[in-house]
């Protein structure tokens, strides 16, 4: 059983639509990563959450520990927001990331 | 913003032979991590290593690979004698406190044949 789960698996949205993303996780964590994945295969850190709602420009993550779920949203979505989402928790005593299968976002024009 | 850079960005070797794979991070940076990615599937936890020692391992981390930081800089994953299924991407990803966020290097392709 995947430790982390992410739907859905692939997302076409049109642009300027919101799109949300969801993530559950089965284990206890110290925080939720988000992390884009670009079709290169570099990878940003986008938000790092414990608790409660951060938001960056068009992006905006939610985290609600008693029911182990997490939500990415972008609002106006872009062409170049067309990405591998992908969610992580760090549960260990030692910093690492588990990690999601991601979910491939495209956002046509 | 100070990025982490990884060398080289992609290697291909024989299979048996060894590769070193570097990561330079930012100088603040206390943890290391090493992350790989084989192709088509999720990122999967190598290793972590804070204060000169592994701190934690996963079960792939087996006695063909090692870590060390030779100068106090760089970081260093070596493979010493690669198999056709490390044929990944790896990524490096230091922060510089338990709870800080993670920067991830650009990543080493790695190809063996």
């Known amino acids: 059983k995947n430790e982390v789960e992410q739907s859905p698996q692939n997302l076409t949205a049109q642009e300027g639509e919101f799109i949300t993303i969801n993530c559950s996780y089965s284990?206890?964590?110290?925080?939720l990563h988000w992390l884009q994945q670009h079709p290169g295969g570099g990878i940003v850190s986008l938000f790092m959450l414990s608790s409660g709602k951060k938001k960056h420009g068009r992006l905006i993550a939610t985290i609600n520990i008693q029911e182990k779920h997490s939500s990415l949203h972008i609002t106006a979505s872009h062409p170049r927001d067309s990405a591998v989402y992908i969610c992580?928790?760090?549960?260990?005593?030692?910093?690492?990331?588990?990690f999601g299968k991601g979910t491939k976002l495209s956002v046509k024009p | 913003e100070p990025e982490v850079t990884q060398t080289p960005s992609h290697q291909v070797t024989q299979m048996g032979q060894e590769v070193i794979l570097r990561c330079v991070p930012i100088?603040?940076?206390?943890?290391f991590y090493w992350y790989r990615q084989i192709l088509g599937q999720k990122v999967e936890f190598l290793v972590s290593?804070?204060?000169?020692?592994?701190?934690?391992k996963s079960e792939i981390f087996d006695d063909q690979f090692s870590v060390e930081r030779p100068d106090g800089s760089n970081f260093t994953l070596k493979i010493r004698s690669t198999k056709l299924e490390d044929s990944a991407m790896y990524f490096c990803a230091p922060k510089a406190g338990r709870n800080s966020p993670l920067h991830f290097g650009n990543g080493t392709r790695l190809t063996v044949t």
């Open positions: 290593f804070y204060n000169n020692e592994i701190s934690e």
């Open positions: 992580a928790v760090e549960g260990g005593s030692q910093g690492n990331l588990i």
């Open positions: 100088s603040n940076h206390l943890y």
């Open positions: 284990v206890g964590i110290s925080a």
